[in-house]
């Protein structure tokens, strides 16, 4: 992904008019119908839309989704607008997806990555294994982490949108997932219910974050009330008490770490 930004942002550096050319040429090898000029342009076209789907596709298949939805219910919660900013919350969001899936990403260079380069070098002592070969296994790890914290209700419900012949082939209709089943969900299947499911544990983890500050405001506008301070916004008052308990239980950790405590399974 870091790799994909960068080149994003070379790609943005470049002078317009060359980025205009090389979009022409482009066009010209495929209308100009020669084979090699046509498996070069489909080549570009094929490169180039995997770098603009990549990184959606490395974020809504890892933890990303539920780290910084919980971050974002931790500043609305906190009642502090833009602080931390957007850019903050999504960095952070960022390097703790990288500490949670570094294990998945090693396990996948080691095994998968490392082999196929290996067989472009004839002096490499590493058993080298084909591009199939290697995408098969990464998408069989990334497959592994995905079904460990993906909710069963959530995968048969999008069997039964997208594979109903499989839940009925299998008999997962009853809510019973066997292996075949599972070995036979299709990626596309298993990603929406991978989201669905992160979607539902993140919004479980921000109403269990609410919760307190919400007796937090509600002390003090009963209190303010009380003393016939009606026309004092209440969440002005109860601002500074929110921020100085959630430093005193040093909140950011604790968050952090339930989120990372919530992949460990």
């Known amino acids: 992904m870091l790799g994909g930004l960068v080149l994003f942002s070379s790609l943005l550096a470049m002078p317009q008019t060359l980025l205009a050319d090389d979009a022409t040429s482009i066009i010209d090898r495929i209308l100009s119908g020669e084979p090699e000029d046509l498996s070069f342009s489909l080549r570009m076209v094929i490169l180039m839309t995997v770098l603009t789907v ?7 298949t890892t933890c ?5 939805i919980v971050l974002s219910f931790v500043r609305r919660a906190l009642g502090t607008q833009e602080v931390p900013p957007n850019q903050v919350v999504v960095g952070l969001a960022l390097f703790l997806t990288f500490m949670v899936m570094a294990p998945t990403w090693q396990d996948i260079y ?8 290996a067989g472009a070098d004839p002096e490499s002592s590493t058993a080298s294994i084909s591009g199939e070969e290697a995408i098969d296994y ?3 790890k990334m497959r592994d982490f995905m079904f460990r914290h993906i909710d069963e209700n959530d995968l048969l419900l999008m069997s039964e949108i997208a594979n109903p012949d499989l839940v009925e082939k299998y008999g997962a209709d009853d809510g019973v997932l066997t292996t075949l089943f599972i070995d036979e969900v299709p990626t596309t299947t298993v990603i929406p219910a991978f989201i669905l499911s992160e979607l539902r544990r993140a919004f ?3 109403f269990l974050i609410y919760l307190p500050f919400l007796v937090i405001d509600m002390v003090v506008a009963s209190i303010l009330i009380s003393m016939g301070m009606m026309m004092m916004p209440p969440v002005l008052v109860s601002l500074p008490f929110k921020i100085l308990v959630f430093v005193l239980v040093d909140g950011w950790g604790m968050v952090v770490e339930q989120l990372a405590l ?4």
């Open 54 to 60: 990549a990184p959606a596709f490395l974020l809504l």
């Open 64 to 68: 990303f989704t539920r780290i910084v």
């Open 110 to 117: 080691e095994n998968a990555l490392v082999p196929y380069m």
């Open 138 to 140: 990464s998408l069989t």
């Open 204 to 206: 479980e983890m921000g």
């Open 262 to 265: 919530s992949f460990a399974n």
